[in-house]
């Protein structure tokens, strides 16, 4: 899992990653957690490898988590 640090974002207080589980950890700046499954791996790759500093983290998890239709739960997992 990636822990990616989150600066300036009025929606995302933490994201983490994990590539080879296709997962995705989000902490909202309102104290809600939730885990994401089925994430793209080719959306990680871009968000490790090709963001900027400038990427909006609240604009790739409504992309890449929300409207991808993730399933998820609440709360971290493990």
Do not use: H
Request: glycine share 8%; with cysteine; proline share 1%.
């Amino acid at each position: 899992m990636t822990n990616l640090k989150v600066s300036n974002s009025s929606a995302i207080a933490q994201l983490n990653v994990d590539e080879q589980e296709q997962t995705a950890q989000v902490e909202f700046t309102n104290g809600s957690k939730y885990t994401y499954f089925g994430v793209a791996k080719d959306a990680i790759r871009n968000l490790l490898y090709k963001s900027t500093p400038d990427t909006s983290l609240g604009a790739w998890v409504n992309n890449n988590l929300l409207s991808a239709g993730c399933r998820y739960q609440f709360g971290f997992e493990g």
